[in-house]
């Protein structure tokens, strides 16, 4: 039996918000502030990375990117851990990426993430550290990128 394909539509609503501070007379006069909508959902403000004359107190595209694949790779562990079984206490990540910069473009050459994770009992703790695989094979962005994502996970059990 050949499995059905189903897809799934997501948009975002992207608005330049910086013009009142200067049109693009020229590269270093206009501002690099937007908005980013989601229907039904708040509003997020964004801004260029400083190393691009952002603004460093707003987030910018490549934090965004470094959090959907961190914020991807926790929903489907969380998911797994529960079909699984395995109580999971606590889940924080403090996930990293790299982009290069040759001849006025950039892209991506790795992302890192790195999980810790707390579960409820000693006796899960290996397979909660094997689920990080599963997670990272089944995280629908990172399936998306053209880049390294790594995963160095470090799971303790409450008690231990």
């Known amino acids: 039996m050949i499995a059905r394909e189903r897809t799934h539509a ?18 270093a006069g206009y501002s690099r502030e937007y908005t980013v909508a989601f229907e039904g959902k ?19 595209p490549e ?18 851990c529960a079909r699984n079984g395995i109580e999971v206490l606590s889940y924080s990540d403090r996930a990293t990426g790299t982009m290069a910069e040759r001849g006025g473009a950039g892209r ?6 790195a999980p810790v994770v707390r579960v409820a009992r000693a006796a899960d703790r290996d397979n909660a550290l094997a689920l990080h695989a599963q997670a990272h094979a ?3 962005i990172a399936n998306s990128v053209n880049f390294p994502v790594e995963h160095r996970a470090d799971v303790t059990a409450a008690g231990a």
Request: hydrophobic letters at 50%.
């Open 138 to 140: 089944s995280c629908f």
């Open 63 to 80: 934090e965004m990117l470094v959090a959907a694949l961190a914020s991807c790779h926790m929903l489907a562990y969380l998911a797994l």
């Open 10 to 27: 997501y948009a975002a609503n992207v608005t330049w918000s910086g013009p009142g501070a200067g049109s693009t007379t020229t590269y």
């Open 108 to 113: 991506f050459v790795s992302v890192r993430l």
């Open 42 to 60: 708040a509003a997020l403000a964004g801004s260029a990375d400083p190393a691009f004359r952002g603004d460093a107190s707003l987030v910018n």
